[in-house]
């Protein structure tokens, strides 16, 4: 799937039973899961799903009213995330390693892209310093020039919302239009290239308002301490996974978007657990 945004590293988790020996029962260690981000703590919000997104998206519009100046080179950060799993030959350990994008986009569009280390902590939430990577570390560093097929979105959004799936499509070189899921990820990776305009962000906001396959969370906090309203949306092709936009409640602007795993079956985190995330300082 294009633009996925984190991907999770896990070793398989051994299979446990109990065993009797005599009359004395032996409990061997529970499975170790890999540490991850907690659940979105939710409010309910009582305002239908149309009416609410056509609200934000009008709230987006508000900035577009105002002339922008020319960017010239834009600065784009964020804050997302990544496991790192070891194991010392006896246990599996697992910690949650927060990173840092920096992305400048020069005004012919292209993209220079550096990620650093941020803290790092275990599945308690504890703060990890051993094998684990220090914060500042240069995770990696890269560069797109402008014209580069790394680079899909050259063109801007169209204004009608309903064009939306057909131009993420165009984007991806398929005939097969993208779910409501699918979209969610493509406007991630849309805005780690360049910056939505207010008019673009409002048409992003107006087709979700439109899309039924969409559903309203809740009121929630993202990982960077902001209020928020949380949309989701489960991936047609592999309900296993849902995707999270999070939008800000006074200014209709997107600051996150997370990925969920909702199923059942794997060993190496539970279900339903946070399987990556991407947000915005904006």
Avoid at 18 to 41: E, M, N, S
Avoid at 144 to 167: H, M
Avoid at 196 to 218: C, I, Q, W
């Amino acid at each position: 799937m294009s633009g996925r945004l984190m991907s999770l590293v896990v070793a398989t988790a051994a299979a446990v039973a109990v065993v009797a020996v005599g009359l004395t029962p032996f409990f061997p260690t529970a499975p170790t899961y890999a540490a991850t981000p907690p659940l979105l703590d939710v409010s309910p919000v009582s305002q239908p799903r149309e009416e609410l997104l056509l609200d934000l998206s009008q709230k987006a519009m508000r900035d577009a009213e105002s002339p922008t100046p020319d960017p010239g080179v834009t600065k784009i950060s964020a804050q997302a995330w990544s496991l790192v799993v070891m194991s010392d030959g006896e246990r599996q350990t697992a910690n949650v390693v927060n990173l840092d994008y920096d992305i400048t986009v020069q005004p012919d569009g292209a993209v220079h892209q550096v990620v650093t280390a941020g803290p790092s902590v275990d599945a308690d939430d504890r703060p990890v310093t051993e094998g684990v990577p220090a914060p500042g570390e240069l995770m990696s560093e890269e560069e797109w020039s402008a014209g580069s097929p790394e680079l899909r979105f050259t063109e801007p959004l169209p204004p009608e919302s309903d064009q939306l799936p057909a131009y993420f499509a165009e984007a991806y070189e398929t005939a097969e239009l993208p779910d409501a899921a699918l979209i969610i990820t493509s406007v991630a990776e849309l805005m780690r290239q360049r910056q939505l305009s207010p008019a673009e962000e409002a048409t992003v906001l107006e087709y979700f308002a439109r899309d039924a396959d969409l559903t309203v969370v809740g009121a929630v906090t993202d990982r960077l301490g902001r209020d928020a309203i949380a949309f989701s949306a489960v991936h047609e092709e592999d309900s296993s996974y849902e995707e999270y936009l999070l939008v800000a409640p006074d200014s209709g602007r997107i600051l996150a978007v997370e990925t969920h795993y909702i199923a059942r079956g794997r060993t190496d985190i539970p279900s339903p657990s946070v399987t990556g995330y991407f947000a915005w300082r904006r």
